[in-house]
């Protein structure tokens, strides 16, 4: 069993910054991936940004040269910085841990981005 916690988020103005980070715990093992998903009221939940123990990262568009993920894959963490944030970056946000075709959540962390 995995289990994750995060940190960080909050409430900042538009052009702000945040940052959050998670850490799992339990059997990781040394071959998984962690990234962090979105959702908003109203809409279905999206990737952000994830990356895998090897080292190989993906982002959605919107997060593209704004956001930055960096893993510490010996222990297990994730942390996602967030710069130039905009009001529809509002959202609840999760962690993400998926290892063995086995995908496990965090429990949200709400940013919200005030215009």
């Known amino acids: 069993q995995i289990h994750l916690v995060e940190s960080g988020g909050g409430l900042v103005q538009s052009g702000g910054s945040l940052n959050l980070s998670c850490e799992a715990s339990?059997?990781?093992?040394?071959?998984?991936?962690m990234g962090w998903y979105r959702q908003a009221p109203g809409k279905e939940r999206e990737l952000v940004a994830g990356s895998t123990s090897a080292g190989a990262q993906t982002y959605a568009q919107f997060a593209k040269g704004r956001f930055s993920l960096s893993l510490d894959d010996d222990k297990g963490t994730v942390a996602l910085r967030m710069t130039s944030l905009k009001p529809e970056d509002t959202a609840l946000y999760f962690c993400?841990?998926?290892?063995?075709?086995?995908?496990?959540w965090g429990q949200g962390s709400q940013v919200t981005v005030s215009s």
């Open positions: 339990g059997n990781i093992g040394s071959i998984y991936a």
């Open positions: 993400n841990f998926r290892k063995d075709s086995k995908t496990y």
